[in-house]
């Protein structure tokens, strides 16, 4: 298979070994990823998807853009990023969650 050269693909995969590919960057976000970011990803994804504007989920990402800027987890994924080392990320779910829909940005508990 060939994608067009500009297509927004990272890789195309046969079917009969879709399972194992996506089992490959689950465990690669899982290694990689805060707990906090890939959830309110998450949230993003499902939340928005009936969303009666596209708007309402921008304004969602900017705000969980903003909150988790300024979190530990993100000093920890950039400085562990730079120092070519596994990230230690300490904030967990639901507990560091912050509430990105409300627009008051508290956090889940």
Do not use: Y
Request: proline residues 9%; charged residues 25%; glycine residues 8%.
């Amino acid at each position: 298979m060939n994608a067009p050269a500009d297509a927004a693909f990272q890789t195309i995969v046969m079917p009969d070994r879709l399972l194992p590919a996506a089992r490959r960057l689950a465990r690669e976000i899982v290694r990689n990823a805060a707990p906090v970011s890939v959830s309110l990803n998450r949230q993003l994804l499902w939340r928005m998807l009936t969303a009666a504007h596209p708007a309402q989920a921008l304004r969602a990402e900017s705000v969980g853009m903003l909150i988790r800027g300024n979190d530990p987890d993100c000093a920890e994924g950039v400085g562990a990023f730079l120092q070519k080392r596994p990230p230690e990320f300490r904030q967990t779910v639901p507990r560091d969650l912050p509430d990105i829909f409300t627009g008051r940005g508290t956090r889940g508990g």
